[in-house]
């Protein structure tokens, strides 16, 4: 076996792992649920004709069955046929196998590859610049496309231009994962983090849009500022070396064989994008809740168009797209597991118990110290359920579930996206940080080392723009 086959095994091993302990975990909090309902006295809020719960109106109710044991096994089918908001998790679940397919299809194609490529060529001599552009590329696409683990298909060519310009590999993984992890951080229209968050609240994608695009600005440049300190410490640090100009300056032919790939993502993330856009501002079109639908069927139009010019045909392109969202499908498992814990609580009537404490005690505190206490607790969760998907289905539907005195809908997913993002390059329990600093070869103590005042910063900052939210009224 070669060592590239040993890396790849292990990254394959890792990734069970991982999966595993996830699950786990949800199996976990699903039993311990169960438990709760057995113990927690049921009750609940009266509703309105819409539905929508009327705050004042808690009220415990005598319960002489509890959920049988042998539901909470039978909660996740349970949930998806029968669970309230069952439409947006099949939704998500279509979007999830076709971006999957999709990403596989780019990387097969080589025409993710071929951006980078361009972007490095036309900017190789203006090296800072370079670093201020791929850093848009990157949270552009974390913020509008939730990726991140699929762009750890490009370390090896950013390796190869850290290298030639005397950066080191810690700054090569870093232009992949501290860019994604912020760019998760400040969402615009990730369908995994804001947009289903936002669908599970009755809102849409442009609503607090405004606020998160500031935040996406100034974390951009604080990002970009942050990645050329580094690089420029990392050359004064290797100021005896050489350039190794290991990076292979692209022919004029083919350079138009990847600027020709090139164009094609870009009118494929463009299209996807106005797809969203387009579902979110239209009355009409956004009451039917179809989004996401569209936006999944624009990958999978926009990936054939690309397969068939890059691979030859459709049924080679069919085969690409059938394993990328076969390799992602495991992760379905995950949601439904998660999305179980909700329905459990539901049927338990503990729901709008649990919900009924927390109200009683934030609705005592200032606003400013709910939305903290809230973002401790996304921050929690986060470490051990790095899924956003997974998490979301956790706290967002408990966190909503009647108005909290100065802290809106927006606020609440803002404090969760911020939970969410930058700690995906900060705790260990995130498997795409493990596989890059793996690929990379860097320990975990010196990634640390390397960016914990970065994170130190980040935390502050995005505390302060809660702070901020909660005064202007979000």
């Not at 079109?285 to 890059?310: E, N, P, Q, R, T």
């Not at 909290?404 to 940080?433: E, H, M, Q, R, W």
């Amino acid at each position: 076996m070669s060592s590239t086959d040993k890396e790849l095994n292990a990254d394959l091993k890792f990734g069970l792992k991982s999966f595993i302990t996830i699950c786990v975990i949800l199996f976990g909090i699903m039993v311990f649920v169960g438990i709760l309902t057995f113990i927690v006295p049921a009750g609940r809020y009266l509703t309105d004709e819409n539905g929508n719960i009327i705050p004042d109106s808690f009220t415990f109710i005598d319960s002489t069955t509890t959920l049988p044991v042998w539901r909470w096994i039978t909660a996740p089918i349970e949930a998806l046929l029968f669970g309230d908001g069952n439409m947006n998790i099949i939704q998500i679940i279509a979007v999830l196998l076709v971006l999957g397919g999709t990403f596989k299809v780019l990387d097969k194609s080589g025409a993710l590859l071929a951006i980078i490529n361009v972007i490095v060529n036309k900017f190789y001599n203006r090296r800072y610049l370079l670093i201020w552009i791929v850093t848009f590329f990157m949270m552009l696409l974390a913020s509008c496309f939730g990726l991140q683990e699929e762009l750890l298909i490009l370390f090896p060519v950013l390796l190869a231009i850290s290298k030639a310009m005397n950066w080191s590999k810690e700054q090569a993984v870093s232009l992949i994962l501290v860019t994604t992890g912020v760019g998760f951080t400040a969402a615009m229209f990730n369908p995994f983090t804001v947009g289903f968050a936002s669908g599970l609240v009755g809102l849409t994608v442009v609503d607090g849009l405004w606020f998160r695009s500031i935040i996406f600005v100034i974390l951009y440049l604080f990002t970009c500022l942050y990645l050329t300190y580094m690089a420029k410490r990392d050359e004064k640090l290797n100021k005896n070396t050489t350039l190794e100009q290991s990076y292979e300056r692209l022919t004029e032919e083919k350079e138009k064989e990847y600027v020709k790939k090139a164009k094609m993502v870009v009118a494929l993330f463009s299209s996807a994008l106005l797809v969203i856009i387009v579902f979110s501002i239209v009355p009409i079109l956004a009451d039917l809740g179809l989004g996401m639908v569209f936006m999944a069927l624009a990958f999978v139009v926009g990936s054939f168009i690309i397969g068939k010019k890059c691979l030859a045909s459709f049924k080679e392109t069919f085969k690409v797209f059938f394993s990328g969202a076969k390799d992602i499908a495991p992760s379905i498992i995950i949601i439904l597991l998660a999305f179980s814990v909700k329905y459990i609580a539901e049927k338990g009537n503990i729901l709008h118990t649990t919900f009924y404490y927390c109200y009683s005690y934030m609705s005592k505190q200032s606003p400013y110290f709910s939305v903290i206490i809230l973002y401790l607790i996304v921050l929690v969760f986060e470490f051990f359920i790095p899924g956003s998907l997974a998490k979301a289905l956790l706290l967002i539907p408990l966190l909503t579930l009647a108005p909290i005195p100065g802290i809106s809908k927006n606020i609440i997913i803002l404090a969760f996206l911020f939970g969410d993002g930058y700690t995906n390059v900060l705790y260990p329990t995130c498997g795409t940080l493990v596989i890059g600093l793996s690929l990379a070869k860097v320990n975990y103590l010196s990634w640390l080392k390397r960016t914990g005042l970065f994170q130190i910063f980040l935390f502050i900052i995005s505390l302060a723009f809660l702070m901020l939210a909660v005064f202007i009224g979000l």
